[in-house]
T-cell receptor, first 115, second 116 residues
Framework: AQKVTQAQTEISVVEKEDVTLDCVYE???????LFWYKQPPSGELVFLIR??????QNEISGRYSWNFQKSTSSFNFTITASQVVDSAVYFC????????????FGTGTKLQVIP | NAGVTQTPKFQVLKTGQSMTLQCAQD?????MSWYRQDPGMGLRLIHY???????DQGEVPNGYNVSRSTTEDFPLRLLSAAPSQTSVYFC???????????????FGQGTRLTVV
């Protein structure tokens, strides 16, 4: 069975602070994919990143960066110099590979960036 | 390009009523799914479809029916609404990637359902 744990329920930071959202996963699959989605206050779910289990390179996209460590089964998300527009719920998710795969979502981390 | 369209955006039902949540996608995606989002629970899979005419149960299927007669449409039916079905419902679609990359899900805007 797959499991995704986002232990941080809510985080508040002051604008321009850096913040890291933790994600720990469990799976028996040797090939799997990890995702992050953002859900702003307007409610829609926005895809941010996909990472497969064979690619442990860190990724940076502007102020966003992701750290994937298979040794600790973690896929953490860091926002540098946070902005008010980053306030949202962030979901980490896990799926297998090949054909249709059920996606297991974490319970989400609500980030509030205070101006 | 509309993506995934869900209707209605908001709905209030009385216990025992039935209704259908509509979902349509215009991306020719093979896979479609319904999720419910409840506080502290993340998103949980209700039903999914891997193509027209093919559906299967997810994690929390009880009280819901689906069908998929076309690639584009994947309606979710509540047979006899109960207060426990008060939730935000998301429809999602994704594609089968020939590049052996697991595709991300494209989500609709969600339907906020309240059962009283």
């Amino acid at each position: 069975a797959q499991k995704v744990t986002q232990a941080q329920t809510e985080i508040s930071v002051v604008e321009k602070e850096d913040v890291t959202l933790d994600c720990v996963y469990e799976t028996r699959d040797t090939t799997y994919y990890l995702f992050w989605y953002k859900q702003p206050p307007s409610g829609e779910l926005v895809f941010l990143i996909r990472r497969n289990s064979f690619d442990e390179q860190n990724e940076i996209s502007g102020r966003y960066s992701w750290n994937f460590q298979k040794s600790t089964s973690s896929f953490n998300f860091t926002i540098t110099a946070s902005q008010v527009v980053d306030s949202a719920v962030y979901f980490c998710a896990l799926s297998g590979s090949g054909g249709y795969q059920k996606v297991t979502f974490g319970t989400g981390t609500k980030l509030q960036v205070i101006p | 390009n509309a993506g995934v369209t869900q209707t209605p955006k908001f709905q209030v039902l009385k216990t025992g009523q039935s209704m259908t949540l509509q979902c349509a996608q215009d991306m020719n995606h093979e896979y479609m799914s319904w999720y419910r989002q409840d506080p502290g629970m993340g998103l949980r899979l209700i039903h999914y479809s891997v193509g027209a005419g093919i559906t299967d149960q997810g994690e929390v299927p009880n009280g819901y029916n689906v069908s998929r007669s076309t690639t584009e449409d994947f309606p979710l039916r509540l047979l006899s609404a109960a207060p426990s079905q008060t939730s935000v419902y998301f429809c999602a679609s994704s594609y089968s990637s020939r590049r052996l990359v697991q595709a991300e899900a494209f989500f609709g805007q969600g339907t906020r359902l309240t059962v009283v």
